[in-house]
Each structure stands twice: as C-alpha cells, then as structure tokens.
Nanobody, 120 residues
C-alpha cells in the first residue's frame, strides 16, 4: 500500500494550488485522511483532516483558505489551497488510515510529500 501525493509547485502570493493524494495497493478500506506540512527547520504540523464520513477539520492558520475533500471511489484525498501566503511554503504530506483486510488494524500510511513554494 502506498500514497502518492502530487500537485505542488511554485505560486505567487494570493495564488491557488490543488494537491492530490492517491492510495494504491491492496486496500480493503480507508478511514481518516489528512494533510500535514513541514517547513525547513520546523516540525511537521497537521493542516487538515477528513473522516471516513466526510467530516472536515482545519488548523486555525488555514481556516477559510484551504479545503480538504475526498473521493472514496478513487481512494483520493485533495487539498484545495487558496489565498496562499509565503508562510505556507513547505513540503506537504498526506496520511491515511488504511486497512488491508476486513479484520485487522487501521494503519497510518504516509505519502512521499510534494513541495509547495509561495513567492512574495
């Protein structure tokens, strides 16, 4: 099982990007999905999450600017990022709770990260 994140890039302040993260492999089910980010020299921080039922939550520093969503048929989670600021520059990682069989634990799986750079 692996997660593949994409959609990062270089954008100017105020611009938008849409990140995608696709889960593939032997997947029986996916529970919560989330996005984290890590800026140079800083700890990785949680950005947004979405439950299996579609309930969303956001870190205060992205509320009103970012939107997380998921397509269960495609095993994909998205992060729409609007009104980007230079302080949003970071490597963005996706994470998902994945079960590979009907009876078994949900295991957190991380994607490889995608770079987002916001220029001032």
């Amino acid at each position: 099982v692996q997660l593949q994140a994409s959609g990062g890039g270089l954008v100017q302040t105020g611009g938008s990007l849409r990140l995608s993260c696709v889960a593939s492999g032997s997947i029986f089910g996916i529970n919560g999905m989330a996005w984290y980010r890590q800026a140079p020299g800083k700890e990785r921080e949680w950005v947004a999450g979405i439950t299996g039922g579609g309930t969303t939550n956001y870190a205060d520093f992205v509320k009103g600017r970012f939107a997380i969503s998921r397509d269960n048929a495609k095993n994909t989670v998205y992060l729409q990022m609007n009104s980007l600021k230079p302080e949003d520059t970071a490597v963005y990682y996706c994470k998902a709770g994945i079960r590979t069989r009907s009876i078994g634990p949900w295991r957190d799986t991380w994607g490889q990260g995608t770079q987002v750079t916001v220029s001032s």
